[in-house]
């Protein structure tokens, strides 16, 4: 819970009335939850335009986390999808506690094969990913090591694209490992300056100019915003949508930023490719329910390699 807006300081482990599924709704028992840079933001309250929706001067939701995996508890009226004991990941808003309850239509079938760990980590970063990379043909994906662009480097190579992934030193084997055809290591070159050109750049981190990426652009190719900085998470991706729109009337290049749209086929079609093998989550750490604050102030650091996850007993 957080019950003001600040760093991990303000999380607290509380005891809460078990929740009850209101009509469509299911209530989930939680066995794992992902954080995400989303999660992040909402803590702090920033961007401050943020507040518009979270409450202006403190939360009004004072539940945590987005990204969720666990078993079916019991079902709302009118719920047809699920029964008890049903195991399922997805969305589910205030996710960081023993339970949950969330739509029926945001969630789906855990695959078999896969850990509630791995299933919780896919929501967010993994319908990302799906969204931006539908049918393309030559990738980049520029922050390859983090959680949208593990999925990303993934998901393009199970729809047959030829892959570039973008990340530091310590990371260009495990960016190999998932299937990456190449890896451009940015400490020792600068993708922007190189002769190869893709037909979609899946930018997860935001770092670079608008100049830069329409160079390594085919015409026709596609720049896609998935992610940003710590300090321009939102607001970065919204100005550049302006500059964005212009620059795509300038040639054949277009520009887009991706928010993710949960849907349950998004869902089920990763949890096909996780039951096939195409796709995996990437795990770096996980951490107890009761370590909340630390595993956040983690993911702010900005080093996570995949996913960081929560495990509830």
Request: include cysteine; proline fraction near 4%.
């Amino acid at each position: 819970m957080y019950h003001q807006y600040g760093g991990p300081e303000v999380l607290r482990l509380e005891e809460v009335a078990k929740p009850s599924p209101a009509a469509g709704e299911v209530l989930v028992k939680v066995r794992a939850a992902a954080l995400n840079p989303y999660d992040w933001h909402f803590m702090r309250g920033t961007p401050y335009p943020l507040r518009m929706m979270a409450g202006l001067g403190k939360p009004k939701n004072p539940r945590i986390g987005a990204d969720v995996a666990g078993e079916v508890e019991a079902i709302g009226e009118g719920v047809t999808r699920w029964k008890a004991g049903d195991a399922v990941f997805g969305a589910g808003q205030g996710a960081f506690a023993e339970y949950v309850c969330t739509s029926e239509t945001k969630l789906a079938a855990k695959p078999e094969d896969a850990t509630f760990e791995q299933a919780a980590g896919v929501h967010i970063a993994g319908i990302t990913a799906l969204q931006a990379l539908r049918d393309k043909a030559k990738v980049l994906v520029n922050g390859a090591a983090g959680g949208v662009g593990t999925f990303g480097v993934q998901i393009a190579k199970a729809f047959g694209a030829a892959v570039t992934g973008v990340c530091s030193t310590r990371n260009v084997e495990m960016v190999r490992g998932i299937g990456a055809d190449g890896v451009v290591d940015y400490t020792r070159e600068d993708f922007a300056a190189g002769a190869a050109r893709y037909d979609v750049v899946l930018d997860c981190v935001g770092n670079r100019s608008l100049t830069d990426v329409r160079r390594v652009l085919k015409q026709r190719g596609v720049y896609v915003g998935a992610g940003g900085t710590t300090d321009n998470w939102m607001m970065g991706p919204l100005l550049d949508t302006v500059k964005r729109a212009v620059l795509s009337r300038l040639g054949s290049r277009k520009l887009l930023v991706i928010w993710a749209k949960p849907r349950q086929e998004d869902l089920a079609a990763l949890g096909e490719m996780i039951r096939t093998g195409k796709v995996k989550t990437v795990l770096d750490r996980t951490y107890p329910l009761s370590e909340t604050a630390e595993a956040m102030r983690y993911l702010e650091a900005g080093h996570a390699r995949g996913k960081v996850v929560l495990t509830v007993s």
